[in-house]
């Protein structure tokens, strides 16, 4: 799984960008979009993911269900 | 004393209990309420001869410095920072009305290059325009790239215009020198608390160090960096100016603490203002019901401070996007998308020419005003009333009642007349208000006014606003203000003594909240 922003909830404040340590955030279409492929949970780098750390309204960087578990750097 | 402060009643007008209340407090907190009207360079009106001459030139310019400036000089926010590193209690990102004036709202945001055609767009069009400040929606440092992009590319374009930035302060002290090395010389910190018991009741949460951090261990990191972010700034002589946002029951009292907190550290001003908060806001104190201050209360609470330091009364807590003087917004002037069509012709000299016009104007008011306050010297008498004026600006009475959208407010003693604070009457498009009456609506306003002077006003709200008890003056239509306002006073003071008018202590005043109805 990897963290998805929903865009619904999304105030576009950019805050989340500049806090990915893997650079997967971008603005797109006026909101913030994650790339999954980029996602690692914030896993290796912090305790807790930090875009929803950051993120000024609650339940918009959520787990992406659809998605598989994301594995580390090795998978 | 405790209970007594949260017994007030929103809407009640009880003199006796706030003063009682505010020499309660006074005493405990050891400042002087007597002071009240007395300190000579007191509030933002202090003026040239009150303060160091290094001082009084860098604010006689910036309206957000200096209530004297406000009626003349303009200013802009570029709305370039919207990601934030704290969560307030009275702050909802999510809120977009187009019409709300308040903090952390705007309607577009702006990459800095766009910052910086904004400004000198706007800078060409209102040769007043001598202020530019990032001020959010967010907070400027949580985006310091953005924020100091903006500052080095409107320094290199429009060398005269002034940057000031507005922060939280959690980042601050990280930031004080590139502070310093773009000239900002004028920075507000929002300082809530210095008691971080009471912040936890105000922040939910800080974002600090990789890590969302909440209760008192989040507030004690927020006041110690803020004090120390203030104490960093003061030491380079960067201008300081704190805001506290009221918030009864729960910092009220407590902010006679952060006012001597602040300027212990060398804060220059300390802006108090009314906690907005209506459910429609959809922020934590809107959806619990906090309520915010009464005019009298937060007039109190200012006044009880002002023994201590400086005082801003003038603040209109406006959008990080608005554009013009205070209390008005021209921001739907210049859209993004029309100042991307504007010729922009950046001419220092017409600017300056201009700026020396309103020089001499400004010169002229206050000459104006010592004359009358001569004609009131040896003049002894305990009464002090309020009066509230419609003016567009530039110190005189030059708006029409029923054009008003909101009202300045002096008050009048034997030492002069002194600006106090400003009250919001436009309508409304939501919260409750939309239906009522217009001219009830001004009356809740300026209740615990004994006069309102106005540039011209109809014979209907003439004889309302007598019943209501309030004066209706206007014949100092287009006079400055001050010099009016004296003038009044001692006829006032004349019809007293002589029995013609029965001398009565008013009431309190609502301050309205909500978002502007569109014109």
């Not at chain 2, 802009?76 to 919207?82: F, G």
């Not at chain 2, 590139?178 to 000239?183: L, Q, R």
Request: proline share 4%; glycine share 8%.
């Amino acid at each position: 799984m990897t963290y998805k922003i929903v865009a619904s909830q999304c105030t576009s404040c950019s805050a989340c960008e500049a806090e990915c340590p893997n650079v997967a955030i971008t603005e797109k279409g006026g909101t913030f979009v994650i790339n999954p492929k980029k996602c690692t949970e914030c896993i290796g780098y912090f305790d807790i993911p930090q875009c929803v750390a950051v993120c000024p309204v609650d339940n918009t960087c959520v787990i992406d269900n659809a998605l598989p578990r994301y594995q580390g750097n090795a998978a | 004393m405790e209970e007594a402060y949260q017994n007030i009643e929103h809407d009640a007008g009880e003199p006796d209990a706030l003063d009682d209340l505010m020499q309660k407090i006074a005493e405990h907190k050891g400042c002087e309420t007597t002071g009240s009207s007395g300190k000579s360079s007191c509030g933002t009106g202090a003026g040239a001869n009150d303060l160091a001459p290094e001082i009084w030139e860098k604010v006689k310019n910036h309206p957000c410095y200096s209530e004297e400036a406000h009626h003349h000089y303009a200013r802009m926010h570029v709305a370039v920072a919207p990601a934030c590193n704290i969560q307030c209690n009275y702050c909802n990102r999510k809120y977009d009305c187009a019409n709300e004036s308040r903090p952390g709202v705007v309607s577009e945001k702006l990459t800095p290059e766009q910052a910086a055609k904004k400004v000198l767009a706007v800078a060409s069009t209102i040769p007043q325009m001598t202020v530019l400040g990032v001020a959010g929606p967010g907070d400027p440092l949580a985006n310091p790239e953005k924020t100091f992009k903006t500052f080095e590319l409107i320094s290199r374009t429009a060398p005269d215009i002034k940057l000031c930035l507005s922060t939280n302060g959690l980042a601050l002290p990280d930031h004080v020198d590139t502070i310093a090395k773009f000239n900002v010389d004028h920075v507000t910190i929002t300082i809530n608390m210095v008691d971080p018991e009471i912040g936890a009741k105000i922040y939910p949460w800080i974002f600090w160090k990789h890590k969302r951090i909440t209760g008192y261990e989040a507030a004690k990191i927020l006041t110690d960096r803020q004090l120390q972010g203030l104490e960093m700034l003061t030491e380079r002589g960067i201008l300081c100016k704190v805001n506290s946002v009221m918030i009864p029951g729960v910092n009220d009292k407590h902010l006679v603490e952060v006012n001597r907190a602040v300027k212990s550290r060398g804060a220059f001003l300390h802006n108090i203002m009314p906690l907005i908060s209506a459910p429609e806001h959809g922020t934590v104190f809107g959806l619990t019901g906090q309520r915010g201050p009464s005019a009298q209360e937060l007039k109190a609470l200012q006044d009880s401070c002002e023994g201590e330091m400086n005082m801003m009364r003038h603040c209109r807590q406006c959008r990080a996007d608005a554009v013009g003087l205070l209390g008005e917004d021209r921001s739907a002037e210049f859209t993004t998308d029309k100042i991307m069509e504007m010729e922009v012709n950046y001419d220092l000299e017409s600017r300056k020419a201009y700026q020396n016009k309103v020089e001499e104007e400004r010169i002229a008011k206050v000459e104006a005003k010592n004359a009358e306050l001569e004609t009131l010297a040896g003049a002894s008498s305990d009464i002090e009333i309020l009066i509230a004026v419609a003016t567009k600006g530039s110190g005189r009475v030059n708006e029409h009642f029923g054009h008003a959208k909101e009202f300045q407010i002096y008050e009048l003693s034997t030492k002069g007349a002194k600006f106090v604070g400003h009250r919001r009457v436009d309508l409304y498009c939501q919260g409750g208000y939309g239906e009522e009456d217009a001219l009830e609506t001004v009356i809740r306003a300026i209740n615990d006014c004994a006069a309102v002077f106005v540039a011209k006003i109809g014979g209907c709200p003439k004889d309302s606003l007598r019943a209501a008890g309030i004066d209706p003056v206007d014949q100092y239509a287009f006079e400055f203000i001050e010099q009016s306002a004296i003038a009044y006073f001692k006829d006032y003071l004349a019809k007293v003594n002589s029995g013609e008018v029965a001398h009565v202590v008013r009431g309190d005043a609502d301050i309205r909240q909500g978002a502007f109805v569109p014109v």
